[in-house]
């Protein structure tokens, strides 16, 4: 059933580039969340939490940036409950057409004893910041932190003070996600019925998915009264993550009928968004993540593909075109020429530019030399590789590897700001070998946190796509590439994370950073 304009709308508050961005080694760059907040805008997400702007210069800048650009959506940054957070963050969300400050503060026996705070204390804290808030801007939301595990009657006179200085969004988060739903929709009835001023303001469920029941508590909420869910593309977030917007804006309209609620998504850009926040994050998808797994509309079994060949609807319970996958029946291979590939990246939902769609084809045409057919996954990873904007610093020219019960070693040349180096190494199979070439020739201290591969489609001559993570003083940076050969995609993801890793550094020539690249120099 589809939801009609009637209905009860709940906002969707999106927090990617905050609280997804916060789980380890998440991070973005500057650009990437940009675009990652464009994308947001123009789906129809209601409010867009864009950054902490108090945490560093670089989230400053990307929330004002965000705040510039932004279209429809609210433009929301986060805040402790300090004046000085309070200011900075508005200094960064003043310039949007619809700015939102949100202050918060832990509320739970646990967190109100580490500023050491007493009841009344933190109650006068909360006072004086929200109404300071609320001087600055006409939308305030104030979240008690660890709400689900705060004393029900102290939760409800900090959520009343909250309400009289001024907050027009209530949000109540399951920070460490305990909660459970009937529990989550009797907290949220109980703050409605009891708090004076509840049916002045908009209740929000912010629900973390340590149990793995984050949808199911948002959604238990918006049935007791809460008109905002607080939500990340793919659930990503702190430990096993937030609540997932795929998630709750697919069960609001598939089970429109027990649950009569709009939202203003736009469910067909789901797909590409999910892509694109799994390739910039380095937080790969899991196959069988519902709504966005590779696996989430595939049928293995016998009966199933049977059952669906006759009517869909006896395994599908929603369209993969309602998230944006579409079907249509042209192959790729290594005859199809520029239109093809043109109009199957339209039914993907993917529009290049005439620059990015040549780049996407040399590409392609490089990929279906060596592939009998080009599935849409890989165009996926091949549109990845020509979006991003890196500077290939350290660039692979050459890679010969040795590898069996023999041994392993890898001969490699690489250019370095356009110079040829080289380097003879081994290592504990094939892949440690040609880390420990790049080492070699690029000597760094980033330790590698994470190395990934993936099967990118189905067949021994599948790409593979590779993710790493590496952290140079925390300085956290990810890369990926993909290739046929997974040694290469290896060493490629490798130098696309230290390439990154240059950039954060900082800019050469603009006097940013005295680091040169050093490096074997064989002429
Ligand atoms: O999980 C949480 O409590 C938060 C708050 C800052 C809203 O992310
Ligand atoms: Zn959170």
Not at 151 to 165: G, T
Not at 343 to 365: E, M, P, W
Not at 483 to 510: C, F, I, M, P, Q
Request: include cysteine.
């Amino acid at each position: 059933m589809t939801p009609t304009t009637d209905q009860d709308r709940v906002l969707i508050f999106d927090t990617t580039l905050r609280d997804g961005e916060q789980s380890p080694g998440a991070t973005m760059t500057h650009e990437e969340k940009l675009e990652i907040a464009a994308a947001l805008d123009e789906m129809g997400v209601d409010i867009i939490e864009a950054g902490f702007p108090i945490a560093s210069e670089g989230d400053f800048n990307a929330v004002s940036e965000i705040a510039k650009n932004s279209r429809n959506s609210v433009i929301c940054g986060l805040s402790r409950a300090n004046f000085k957070d309070i200011d900075r963050n508005w200094e960064a969300i003043r310039h949007a057409a619809r700015p939102r400050i949100h202050t918060f503060i832990g509320t739970s026996p646990l967190h109100r004893a580490i500023p050491n705070l007493t009841q009344d204390e933190m109650a006068d804290r909360i006072h004086e910041t929200v109404t300071h808030a609320r001087n600055l801007c006409d939308d305030v939301q104030w979240s008690p932190m660890d709400a689900t595990r705060t004393e029900h009657d102290y939760l409800c006179r900090v959520v009343e003070i909250a309400i009289r200085a001024g907050a027009t969004t209530i949000n109540i988060p399951d920070t460490v996600g305990y909660t459970a739903p009937r529990e989550s929709a009797d907290l949220i009835r109980m703050l409605i019925e009891k708090v004076p001023g509840a049916d002045e303001v908009v209740f929000s469920t912010h629900c973390h998915n340590d149990l793995g029941m984050a949808t199911a508590n948002s959604l238990a909420a918006v049935e007791a009264g809460a008109r905002q869910i607080e939500c990340t593309i793919n659930g990503l977030g702190e430990r096993a993550g937030n609540t997932a917007l795929e998630e709750v804006v697919m069960a609001l309209r598939v089970r429109n009928d027990i649950m009569p609620f709009a939202t203003n998504v736009d469910t067909t850009r789901i797909m590409k968004l999910s892509r694109r926040v799994a390739t910039v994050s380095g937080f790969p998808v899991q196959y069988n993540k519902a709504i966005v797994g590779k696996n989430a509309f595939l049928h293995e079994s016998g009966i199933h593909q049977d059952g669906v060949l006759k009517n869909v609807e006896t395994f599908e319970i929603m369209k993969p075109a309602d998230i944006g996958l579409n079907e249509d029946n042209i192959v790729l291979g290594k005859h199809s020429g520029r239109a093809a590939l043109k109009s199957k990246l339209a039914a993907l939902g993917i529009d290049l530019g005439q620059n990015q769609l040549n780049d996407v084809f040399v590409r392609f045409k490089d990929l279906a030399d060596r592939k009998k057919e080009v599935y849409e996954d890989d165009l996926w990873t091949l549109v990845r590789d020509a979006e991003d904007e890196t500077p290939d610093r350290l660039e692979l020219k050459d890679l010969k590897v040795i590898c069996g019960t023999g041994g392993q070693s890898a001969e490699m040349v690489m250019l370095v700001d356009g110079k040829e180096t080289r380097a003879e190494t081994s290592g504990d199979g094939p892949v440690d070998a040609c880390f420990n070439a790049v080492k070699e020739i690029f000597p760094h201290q980033a330790k590698l946190e994470l190395y990934q591969v993936h099967a990118v489609t189905q067949g021994t001559d599948a790409q593979a796509t590779v993710s790493v993570r590496l952290n140079e003083d925390g300085r956290i940076v990810t890369g990926q590439s993909a290739d046929t050969d997974t040694v290469v995609a290896s060493v490629k993801a490798y130098l696309h994370a230290l390439n990154r890793l240059l950039v954060r550094r900082g800019k050469v020539g603009e006097g940013a950073d005295t680091r040169e690249i050093s490096y074997k120099d064989v002429s």
